[in-house]
Structure formats: C-alpha cells, structure tokens
C-alpha cells in the first residue's frame, strides 16, 4: 500500500485506494491527506451540518463545507468555528 505525508497531521501514513471525494479537492485528499484526519474531517463536518441545519443538496452549503474541508485538511484560509449565535444559518 502506498503510502503519503498528511498536509493536516504531517505524519506519513497507508493513503486512500481511491478518492474520498469527488473532483479536484478529491483529488487533493487522495494526495495529501490520511485515512484518520479524513475521519476527524467527517465527525466535523457532521458536527458543522447539525449545528448550522444545513441541507446538503442546496448549494451554498455545499460550498460553505467544501470551504471548511480545505481549511480544515490543508490549513487554508480560516474555516468557521461554530458560534451558537448563528445556530440554523450559514450566512455570515
């Protein structure tokens, strides 16, 4: 099995048979990102989804996760702490 350095973790570990996800971000994770740090990914995202009501078939959530996934995995820009007050909206 091949193997990676995160860009989250820095550690090398056994990288992704196949994308997590599609497109080029997939294409990033494939790349550069762990099996584990893809986990700590999923429990915040679902964490984001829950606390914002967010549908996930409607665009701009979507992009406001896609935005949270790269900075959280790649430490890109600044990805949104949940803040109760906002609690049932996206919109900043």
């Known amino acids: 099995m091949a193997t990676i ?3 989250r973790c820095g ?3 056994d990288a992704f048979d196949k994308a997590p996800f599609p497109g080029a971000i997939g294409a990033r994770v494939l790349e550069g990102t762990c099996r ?3 986990g700590d990914w ?3 995202q679902t964490m984001l989804i829950n606390h914002y009501g967010l549908n996930v078939m409607d665009p701009q959530a979507r992009q406001f996760l896609t935005r949270n996934m ?3 995995l790649f430490k890109t ?3 949104d702490d949940v803040d109760t007050s906002k609690q049932g909206t996206i919109a900043h």
């Open 42 to 44: 999923l429990k915040q």
């Open 5 to 7: 350095t995160c860009a």
């Open 77 to 79: 820009g600044s990805g």
């Open 70 to 72: 790269d900075a959280f």
């Open 11 to 13: 550690k090398e570990k």
């Open 36 to 38: 584990d740090c893809w």
